[in-house]
Structure formats: structure tokens, C-alpha cells
């Protein structure tokens, strides 16, 4: 007992010693980290429901209508949730980074206005329409204000993935005096490096979505309601999540290759290569002293020529390794540590990548056990496995974000601002930590709220048939939960 009294003094006395920066990155990686449990699984249900409902308008058969009404309740769960959690990270840029606002504002704040301005506009005026318009707008009206809905969330992520792209890359500005202005819009909103991040993440939306439809179309394959139902729906989301799974995995290579240009010590670190080698070889598995910027590994088993093939399409391609960068960077930048943490780097790096494979695997399998016609409800055993596969591309999301935004530390811009030199210097430390501690208790809540009315929904199940011909102006009640 004494022993867990000194680890919780200890715990208590860093907390206390932590700075203003530290706490306003702790806050700002919480929020961020959290928020974007919400965002794949919107902007894939949005694609999922439209495409339930066209299914409908197609076919006229009423098992799509059902399906797209009780599908429907699940992402307008998570929608709400989503945009109740980002509100929330616009804010912390006045709050605590207030230094990089002024900075970056120019540049920054251009993206960001086009998706609360267009894009947010967008998706939540015909997602109102869609909620309420069962029963007043016609079938071919109603149907388009979905299709736009999941336009309006693919608009937004793209748009705020510019931003966070310029972060990584910054282009397309001049620095003016003690801050940057925007000289193309173009190279902001069109770059590499931003279209193979636009690209990645839709990929990722998808192959989260289609891995939550699969997980309750198993729910209830495995108590044997609405067969005919979710027969169909778990078929569809095994194909969803085997083109998603494919696309995730060719575009995190070229990604990779850019970043490789673009970014080289946060792919350095990724394979925890410390010289730079002509070829280099891959690293499959590396253990390093446990240090927060280790020099060395201790253990790393390799495959020769794997990276320089991967980050350069050359048998023989030279890459850059840590300590030539760190050197490169001391010269050009001036005195100070530029590596990212390696381990962090190293295995959310394996952590993206293993999932990616595995999800591809794993639909591969479900598609293969549904062949001939065959019902998936006969392999009851790959169903329950759906609960767990349930949770990777969660998984998959954070890793690739903790991966993205901290290796690209200590910069907050690359190679522009430091993240030390943009947070709000008037903040305190007990400010900071409250806010923080408010945030966590407040989120907690919400947590717990999410999961119960996702339990809710889905154990209620679709609601009753509405018979078997739906007119065309048949009056409908609005979908709300």
C-alpha cells in the first residue's frame, strides 16, 4: 500500500510540475484523439445509408427501407456526437494556441472557414431535410439530400485535412514579417501530400463503417431476426470493407514514398533506421533501449532492400537515416533535438499497416464463406469474430494519428513554428489543467451516453415492415431517435 501511495505522489508531483505546453498538448491530443473516434465512422455511414436508400429507390424492395432507417439512427448517433466533440478543437486554437493562430492564421484559418462556411452548411441543412422530409419531399428529392449529406462529410474532411496537410508540408505561402501568408491557394488544397492524406482517410471512413454494419448485421444474423435483411447488409459491408481495406493499404504506400520526401525523419523513425543506407533494408521487428530518443536498437531483424524498395520503387534506393537528418536539421534550423519519440513512430507505424492487411484478410475470408449463396449466418464463428474485428479499425485510426502528429514533433508546422513557440504564453499551468481535467470528466460523460443510445439502437433493431409496395408518396415519420 505504501508502494501505490508513492506512485500516486509521484504521479501527482508531475502533474503538478507539468508546464502549460504540456498540458495544452495532453489537451489537445485527448480531445483530438477522441473526436476522431466519431469522424470515420460518419463520414463512411453517411456513403453506407445513401447507398441502402438507393438500393431502395432502385429495387422498391422494402427490406432496403428498413435498412437504411435503422442504419440511419446509428450515424445520425455519431454525427451528433461529432460535431458536439470538434466544436471543442476550434476553440483550443484561440484557448491555448493563440501564438500559432497569429502565426499561421492567414494560411490556416483559409481551409478551415471554407468547411464551417460551405462544407458544415452543406451537410447539416440536407441532413435536416432528409430527417424530416420522409413524409414531405418526394422519393427522387429525398434521396439526393443523403447523397448530399455524404458529400457535404467527405467536403469537410477534405478540407480540414488541407490544413492539418499544410502542417506536415507547408507550401504555398510567404513569410511576412513574424507571421506566414497565403500566396496559393492552389498548393494549399491540391498538394501531394494532402491528396494522398484525403484519399487514406476516406479509405480508413469506409473500412470503419463497414466494419461497425457488419458488426450488428452479425448481432442479429446470430439470434436469427430479419435474415433477408441482414444477410444483405453484412454481404455488402464485407465488400466495402475489402475495396476499403485494398485502397488503405495502396494508398498508405504511395503515402509513404511522399513522405519519405517530404517528411524524412518521421519515416526515418518509423523504421528506426539511424544511418542512412543505400540499400535499406525493412525493419520487421526492433527493440531499442527504453528512452524517450533512443540511439540505437538493440534488437532488429530486417528484410534487405525492403524500405528502399517501399519508400523509393528502387532495388537499390538511398534512405536517409536518423542521425544524418538530425545533423541536417541542427545546420539548417539551429541548435536543438529534432527526433520524434521512435517507439511511438516505429510501432503505430506496424500498428496502421498490420490492420490494413488483416482487415483485407478477414473480409476476404467473410466474401469467401458467402460464395455460392450461401448464408454468412451458417458460420456463426466468424460472426462472433465480427465483434472483435469491430474494434481494429478504431484502432488503426488512433495509431495513425498519434503517428501523423507526433512525428512531425517538435515542429507544429514543419520546419516553420515550433510547437514550444506556439502555445498561448499567458496560459497557466492550473488553467490549462482544469480545462483539461473538465474535458476528460465532460467526454467521459459523453462516452458513456454514445454507448448506450448505440446499444439502444441496436438492440431495438428495424422498425416494423411497412408492407410490401411503398408508394411513391407514402407518408413516412421522420427518422429521429
Sequence with gaps: MLHGCGRWQRFAVAVIASTALDLARWQFAVTTVYHFLFVPV???????????????????????????????????????????????????????????????????????????????????????????????????????????????????????????????HPVGYAKVGNHAEMTSLEQVFFQSLQITHFFHTI???????????????????????????????????????LGASLLVIVVGHFQGQILTREQPMKMAAAEALYETSQPAPLSLFAVGPWAKHPNRTNVDIVLPHGLSLLATSSWNGKVEGIDQIQARYVKEYGPGDYTPIIGTEYWTWRIMIGIGFLAFLFSGLGLWLVRGGRGLERSRRFLRWTYVFLALPFLANTAGWLFTEMGRQPWIVQGLLLTRNAVTPTNSAFAVGLTLGVFAALYGVLAGVEGWLMVRAVQHGPDEEYGVEIPEDAALPPLVY
Design 203 to 241: 479509405a480508413a471512413a469506409l473500412l470503419t463503417a463497414g466494419a461497425l454494419v457488419l458488426a450488428v448485421s452479425a448481432y442479429w444474423l446470430l439470434r436469427g431476426r430479419d435474415v433477408e435483411l441482414f444477410r444483405s447488409s453484412a454481404r455488402g459491408a464485407l465488400m466495402v470493407t
Design 42 to 168: 460518419t463520414i463512411g455511414m453517411a456513403w453506407f445509408v445513401a447507398g441502402m436508400q438507393t438500393l431502395w429507390h432502385v429495387s422498391g424492395k422494402e427490406r432496403y427501407l428498413r435498412m437504411t432507417r435503422f442504419f440511419g439512427k446509428l450515424f445520425l448517433i455519431n454525427f451528433a456526437l461529432g460535431v458536439v466533440t470538434g466544436i471543442v478543437q476550434e476553440f483550443q486554437f484561440g484557448m491555448n494556441w493563440s501564438a500559432y493562430s497569429r502565426y499561421v492564421g492567414d494560411v490556416f484559418g483559409a481551409p478551415l472557414a471554407i468547411e464551417g462556411l460551405a462544407a458544415f452548411f452543406l451537410e447539416s441543412t440536407f441532413l435536416g431535410l432528409w430527417i424530416f422530409g420522409w413524409d414531405r419531399l418526394r422519393r427522387g428529392v429525398h434521396l439526393a439530400t443523403i447523397w448530399l449529406v455524404a458529400l457535404g462529410t467527405t467536403a469537410s474532411a477534405y478540407f480540414i485535412l488541407a490544413a492539418n496537410s499544410w502542417m506536415q
